[in-house]
């Protein structure tokens, strides 16, 4: 899954990369420093008794109740979690000395004490193993000194709606008038990052936005009515906005050529939980019976292909472009950028043979010694490129750059290098009704387009059939209740894609006179004059009797690290069953909504009231019928912050290679609901039955009026720097996509990479939209709706309006013909089959009432 920066650098994070397969791109630098014995090392924990003793070896960091890093001044003592202290040793000692916060206790015996901690911590030799814990004190905690005698905040959370009485007016206030009350701060803020303070931003320098006063006032005006954002506003956000010509007359769409604009949390979407850095999620926990369904209906999906390096060549040709406009400062900091990347890169390649080094190695001298040797040849390299790129400057770096290409595309032809695409993708459709052997899946396309002609190897991960309701599971690998099915081709001449293939990609499915790329601004139409529009979904085929074929693929599978294959037999029709877990003869079969999330009605049914009295009868029953949406997904395991350090040691030791169950809800439930069918007694029936809701973050939504919605090319046309890239044909030639659409913001779900690919249902298991890009700093992401009614915004953007278009039924009167699931099946079988979803087939005559628009009212 995409992950969005908060801040995003000119620099190319993988320009250099070396032949590694690059499985989480933040991963924390570290100093090669010489191994220390316990001599040396006793002698220098045991010299630490103060907070400034440590500091004369080591940084300490701390962050927020929302994850993010800050100084201790501005640490709630009572609010400090061991999980929020970071001890990291530098200088010689840099590398050499692991080191774990055990606890975390606030000292409070006077009212002098009130901003100091003791903090526990456990010193580890990396040379040797051996562990010393000691103790400290840490003073200057609540600087601002608003916090009483127990270091608890005196009005904590409200203090953001002016306590009590201002957090009940904003309760009381309607959608439109909180969003007014949301902004303001919002944009505050956003006005002082982009402007270093002044508070006051350009928009000619910002956007290159030279719109008149007058203009701005007609735009502001109509927005209102149509419930969009203030012009200045949307322009701060990165939004898609009109231009206009010397006689006020629209001129064209301006889109943000910039990257993404950085975005923060939602304070309402956290209100009342302490522990502001876990509401991106909660882990491998099934809190109700409607996770359980969408759990075991949905997979961790694993592409292995030979890495193409289409990303790191086309970084390479924008870099060629940019070097021509950049001052020296800017070339010296791009180069430091490309040695910290180099390092990254080293280090994680060398850590994955040391990986292999750690497991059983009885009878593997030949691998032992190849790895010795590729960990030799890698520092070579590695010391060589570090003294090549340390003496470049404005000058040569362009033929260094052209260089790396030329190296990229011999590493291409090579073939020797792989990398993983991994995703998230659920049992949609199955053709054959009587006797299913094809299954269709729901995905992202950017997870489908790992499907290529190359694929080394293919794997689904699911969990069994048999959990129950209120489990909390171990990492993939690491738990019974997961089983992993992987294949691979069993003849060189045998190709994967041959029974594995992605036939619907949500491309270029607007028509054209309804597509607002050409209502693009004359520099922008003419710079984008080959993009298209998509929605990141799409849909993979998985032909089982070709890929349970024995003579063509091999496949093994594994349940808790244990390769278990010798247990399945080659009867094909019961391995489809255990692999779909007999999908075809549940009575939970997913559907998808047919009503359109803009229509006030509709939006109402999941519209949580914020001063919700669960004692109040009326207000309970309003609550228990509301809806509420669910998403699983399978992120990396890297980001899990729920594991314990003492009873998770060995899985915490394989998570940066293993992936996470994950699910959009409170962290409060993580091991605290019972095992089995039974509720835990520290809850309530109507907190555990429901899923989650939409966010109130304001930087993505252009709804004024409807947390949580947004128009995609409008607030977030593409995710992170770049524009979408797919070749769809796999012959070579790449198409940019702007991203478009109707898009959820889901509260609670911003998981790391793997995410991508949730589905997200109702409470009746029907269909609203796919998940595919997760902001951390958000505390939010976007996730692409199906079906859209369109929106009519009444000339505020020219003609543009979002458009009427459906991607699993088709139909919508902006839609392009052929540009649905429905109808790729109808071109791949000519209506000669059917499918549990289309079972009259798959003629447009056919489409369900419900799903069909009217565009007559």
Known sequence: ???????????????????????????????????????????????????????????????????????????????????DVTITFKGKYSGQIFTEVLN????????????????????????????????????????????????????????????????????????????????????????????????????????????????????????????????????????????????????????????????????????????????????????????????????????????????????????????????????????????????????????????????????????IENLNKRKSEITAQYEKNIKEISTLNKDNLVEWQKKEIEKYKKKKEEKIFQTSESGTMWIMDYIDINNPTKFYFGTNSHVAKGIRDDMVSFSLTRLNSDIKVGQTFGLNSADKNFTKFTFAPAKKEKKLNEAVKAIFHATDFIKKESSPLSLLKDDQKTKYGEAGLFADFAVVEIDFEKLLDTNNFSRTVWTDSSDISSKYQDNKNELIKTITNNYAMSDKKINFVSESLLDDINYKKFDRKLDFNPENADELKAYRDLNSLYI????????????????????????????????NNEYKYYKKIVNGEGVSSSFKDYELEKGNFFSYQIGYRSFINKPGLTDAFLAANKVGKKLYSLDEENKGKTKKYFNYGLEILPRFYAPAGGASGSSVRTKDNKLLAVYHAANGSAKTGLAAVFRSNGYDYKDLFGSYKLGQYDLIYGGGKDQEKGKSYREALLKKYNNSMKSALFPKGFDEKEIPSEFKFDNKK
């Open 1 to 83: 899954m995409k992950r969005l920066n908060k801040l995003l650098m000119y620099a190319s994070s993988s320009t250099l990369l070396l032949p590694i397969t690059l499985l989480v791109a933040c991963t924390p630098s570290k100093v090669v420093s010489r191994p220390i014995d316990d001599n040396v090392f006793n002698k220098l924990i045991n010299s630490i008794k103060t907070e400034e003793d440590l500091l004369k070896y080591a940084d300490i960091k701390f962050k927020d109740q929302r994850g993010s890093e800050t100084s201790k001044g501005n640490i709630l003592p009572s609010q400090l979690k061991k999980e």
């Open 104 to 367: 975390v206790n606030v000292i409070n015996q006077d009212s002098s004490s009130r901003n100091k901690v003791n903090i526990f911590v456990q010193f580890t030799n990396k040379k040797t193993g051996t562990k010393i814990p000691i103790s400290f004190v840490v003073s200057g905690l609540n600087e601002n000194g608003d916090f009483d005698f127990s270091g608890t905040r005196i009005i904590n959370d409200l203090d953001y709606f002016g306590g009590l009485s201002g957090f009940n007016d904003y309760s009381s206030k309607t959608q439109e008038q909180r969003f007014d009350y949301d902004n303001l701060r919002y944009t505050t803020g956003l006005k002082n990052h982009l402007s270093s303070g002044t508070g006051t931003v350009d928009l000619r320098k910002l956007r290159g936005l030279d719109t008149k006063e007058e203009q701005i006032r007609t735009f502001d005006k109509l927005a209102k009515e149509v419930k969009f954002d203030s012009y200045y506003n949307a322009a701060l956000k990165g939004f898609t906005l009109p231009v206009y010509d010397s006689s006020g007359k629209f001129k064209g769409l301006s889109v943000n050529d910039g990257p993404e604009i950085g975005k923060i949390a939602s304070h309402v979407d956290s209100l009342g939980r302490t522990e502001k850095a876990k509401t991106n999620g909660l882990a491998r926990t099934i809190p109700n019976d409607t996770y359980r369904t969408a759990a075991i209906q949905t997979y961790q999906v694993n592409f292995t292909i030979y890495k193409d390096y289409a990303k790191e060549i086309e970084e390479a040709e924008d870099n060629i472009q940019l070097f021509s406009k950049w001052d020296e400062t800017q070339i010296q900091s791009y180069i430091s950028a490309q040695l910290n990347q180099l390092r990254l890169n080293f280090e994680e390649e060398v850590s994955q043979i040391e990986r292999e080094f750690s497991q059983p190695l009885d009878g593997r001298t030949t691998i």
């Open 632 to 663: 699983v997904g399978y992120p990396t395991s890297n980001e899990d912050y729920y594991l314990d350090q003492y009873e998770d040691e060995k899985q915490l030791k394989n998570k940066k290679y293993d992936f996470s169950l994950w699910i």
